[in-house]
């Protein structure tokens, strides 16, 4: 049987904390160890996961016969991107590993289907694979959102993933070379956008496999207090961009060139020269006149091409 560490960080969630845990805990058909990291609660989510911890500690899972354990520490308050990656560098071994947001539902087969799409690509030599995709939409009670399809834009290659990396933590599963892969650099938090985005860009800048699943089996809630979320309202996205416009903290580019910075030694001579022209298009005009001529960085959805090239114009990229 697979083992598989699910890497669950935990902020004021108490909430939706002990359904997002018990939905972890009847995972099928694998052996699931659940790793926990609390960023700096003040509610009562401590108390939640210490009552787990005691439930389903090691020894308690042994005299069950149980294949699930739980566990968690608590860090300083480092931020979505810093706690995951804090939790990657902490987890235990294993064959694979998921992100965990603290306020979803996964349905039991959640956790199989991955494994067993990643198990179809794995060969002789260690690739790193991550698998990835759609989430079914919930809302604040947890019901399933109709039409919540296909809004995503997919970044399934190197040079679209420089533009954006939709990548949904809650429904990432990676094998352990992806985990050490990632474990081997400690990236400067304000160089990187989020921790999903800093696993889908590496994976693809080194040759990496992605699996991309139209339908994760997990109900992703939508609510005001998420940290992060999938689902935004025409005035957050007009907020968001107007934000970038006036205060332009450019890191996307940022990201990319903490992506060549930290792997490039390991990415192919093609990858590196597209991940520099974005990384280094604000040096020079010339510089930012050869990433708008590119014909190669683009994504499949003209929409965001025009975007994109709107904002190396601006020098807000």
């Keep these: ?14 909430r939706y904390l002990e359904n997002q845990i018990e939905s972890l805990l009847a995972q099928e058909g694998l052996e699931v160890c659940i790793l926990a ?23 308690e899972v042994i005299n069950k016969n149980c294949n699930t354990s739980f566990d968690y520490y608590v860090g300083q308050n480092l931020g979505p991107a810093g706690s995951f990656l804090d939790l990657m560098k902490q987890a235990p071994e294993a064959e694979y590993y998921a992100l965990c947001d603290q306020d979803d539902t996964w349905l039991p087969d959640k956790l199989k ?24 939409f919930a809302d604040n009670d947890g019901n399933l959102l109709k039409g919540s399809k296909g809004i995503y834009e997919k970044s399934l290659d190197f040079p679209s993933c420089l533009i954006k ?3 949904t933590g809650c429904t990432m599963v990676f094998n352990r070379t ?15 956008t ?16 992605l699996i991309y699943d139209e339908d994760v089996h997990i109900l992703y809630r939508q609510h005001g207090s998420n940290t992060i979320g999938g689902q935004l309202s025409m005035r957050k996205v007009l907020k968001r961009y107007w934000k970038t416009l006036m205060e332009p903290d450019c890191i ?25 022209k974005v990384a280094s298009y604000k ?13 190669d960085i683009k994504m499949e959805y003209p929409k965001r091409n025009i975007m994109f090239k709107l904002a190396v114009l601006l020098g807000i990229f």
Excluded at 255 to 269: A, L, T
Excluded at 283 to 295: A, P, T, V, W, Y
């Design 113 to 136: 289907i991955a494994v067993e799409a990643i198990k179809q690509r794995e060969g002789k030599e260690e690739t790193p694979i991550l698998y990835y995709g759609m989430p079914r």
């Design 165 to 167: 990396s939709n990548s």
């Design 1 to 14: 049987m697979e083992k598989v560490v699910i890497l669950m960080s935990t902020y004021n969630g108490d």
């Design 252 to 276: 996307r580019s940022k990201c990319v060139k903490s992506v060549v910075d930290c792997y490039g030694n390991e990415m192919s001579p093609q990858n590196i020269k597209m991940a520099e």
């Design 37 to 59: 990291r609390d960023d700096g609660s003040s509610d009562n989510t401590l108390e939640i996961l210490d009552r787990y911890k005691k439930e389903y500690s090691e020894e």
């Design 178 to 192: 992806l985990l050490e892969l990632i474990n081997r650099k400690s990236p400067n938090l304000n160089t990187i």
């Design 194 to 209: 989020m921790h999903d985005e800093w696993l889908h860009k590496v994976c693809l800048a080194v040759g990496g496999i």
């Design 283 to 295: 040096n020079s005009f010339r510089k930012r006149i050869e990433l708008l001529l590119d014909k």
